[in-house]
Structures are given as C-alpha cells and as structure tokens.
C-alpha cells in the first residue's frame, strides 16, 4: 500500500517563499513520492505550476480551500529537471 502524502504547511508566506521552501523540500525526497503543498498566497496558483513544469515535477491535483489552495505534487526524476536547474 502507498504512503500516504506529508502535508507541508506554507500558509502565510508570500511569493517567492512557497516556491523556494517547496523546491529546497523536494530536492530531498525520492523521485516518485507525493506531497501536498498547502498555500494562502494567491499567487501560489500560476507560481506552483510554473514551478513543477520547470523542475521536472508533476502537479497531480489542485484544489482551492477557503482562503487558499492545495496542490499535490510527485517529485520528478533527476534527468526530468530544466537546464540551469
């Protein structure tokens, strides 16, 4: 059976930091394993995207909550990163 997903809490932190703490998190997880990111920044919904695309990872699911949104998030594998990454 699957582990389920850590949540990590980033509410109250502005842009750029849920980008920032997020990468520096997964950049120390297996490639394969899920997280969700728990954001109230409104930015958070283009900058999170943005994000994974560049990096490799892949945005499985997101969903809004009352003042804020989740994404959840599989770490990418190392030959997936962006150049300059």
């Known amino acids: 059976m699957a582990r389920k997903p850590a949540v990590y809490d980033l509410k109250g932190l502005n842009c750029p930091l849920p980008v920032l703490k997020a990468r520096k998190r997964l950049d120390r997880m297996r ?21 994974c695309s560049e990096a490799g990872h892949m945005l499985v699911e997101s969903a ?3 003042g804020g949104h989740r994404f959840l ?3 990418g594998g190392e030959g997936n990163k962006a150049i300059g990454q």
């Open 31 to 51: 490639v394969g394993s899920r997280i969700w990111l728990e954001t109230t920044d409104p930015l958070a919904v283009i900058d999170i995207p943005a994000f």
């Open 64 to 66: 809004a909550f009352e």
């Open 73 to 75: 998030v599989e770490r």
